[in-house]
């Protein structure tokens, strides 16, 4: 009975810690948005390039935030909608390369050992490194392309096609491509809210409250999840 209580009491804990460790993610997601727009105000074009090229280079910085609001900007007559997105899509390769080069010229028992050391920093563990090396293996080159537009996955899959030695001018082409249709996507997003956003701010400010707790929720199922398979290993 004693055992139970503990037991209880040791997941309300995980559940407070869980609660607070969300409130914290969403403060330092707000804080990266706000330097990533500040860097596209300041830089233009460069700063989306730096942006997208370390989003692909395995540090977090999403390229969700940095290429809808490049296209918000070219609704503004700020950038050019085709140059952003082939800008983007540079940076993404540029950022891809550096990712298989890491692949190519290091062991895998090195790279394993610089992830359990240094991937939290980076929001990057064994687990999800193992789950691109086995869809690597599994789908071939052909994942390099497909994997582009899949958030979760995108950026790590260039390190084991570094490894499997993929052919460099098949890796490249590839990528670009991959990345050509997700900055796209991502470009006009930001390209649409912005020609709508009259239309579209009204309701945004009337739900704003109910999408950050949704999030808040989100993030925090997700940090519990990964408290309780931390435990398990």
């Known amino acids: 009975m004693q055992e139970v209580e503990k037991d209880q009491r040791a997941s309300e804990c995980i559940c407070v810690l869980t609660i607070f460790s969300a409130i914290l993610e969403v403060r330092m997601l707000s804080s990266l948005s706000g330097f990533i727009i500040h860097l596209i105000h300041s830089a233009g074009y460069f700063g989306v390039f730096i942006l997208m090229m370390l989003n692909s280079a395995l540090i977090p910085i999403p390229s969700e935030v940095t290429m809808p609001f490049a296209g918000y900007l070219t609704q503004t007559g700020v950038f050019s909608l085709p140059l952003v997105?082939?800008?983007?899509?540079a940076g993404d390769l540029t950022g891809a390369l550096i990712?298989?080069?890491i692949?190519?010229?290091l062991e895998e028992t090195v790279i394993l050992n610089l992830i359990n050391k240094y991937g939290k920093f980076i929001l990057l563990s064994e687990h999800e490194y193992l789950k691109a090396v086995k869809m690597y293996k599994k789908y071939g080159s052909g994942i390099t392309f497909f994997s582009r537009l899949l958030p979760g996955i995108r950026s790590f899959i260039s390190v084991p096609a570094g490894l499997s030695e993929m052919k460099l001018a098949k890796f490249i082409l590839f990528t670009f491509l991959g990345s050509l249709v997700w900055t796209t996507i991502?470009?006009?997003i930001g390209y649409y809210l912005g020609a709508h956003?009259?239309?579209?701010?009204p309701i945004y400010s009337k739900f704003q409250l109910?999408?950050?707790?949704?999030f808040v929720?989100?993030?925090g199922y997700y940090i519990y999840h990964k408290v309780k398979k931390g435990k398990k290993k």
């Open 197 to 201: 956003w009259d239309s579209i701010a």
């Open 217 to 219: 929720i989100l993030v």
């Open 99 to 101: 990712a298989y080069a």
């Open 85 to 89: 997105i082939l800008v983007g899509s």
């Open 186 to 188: 991502l470009t006009s």
């Open 103 to 105: 692949g190519y010229f």
């Open 210 to 214: 109910v999408i950050v707790a949704a």
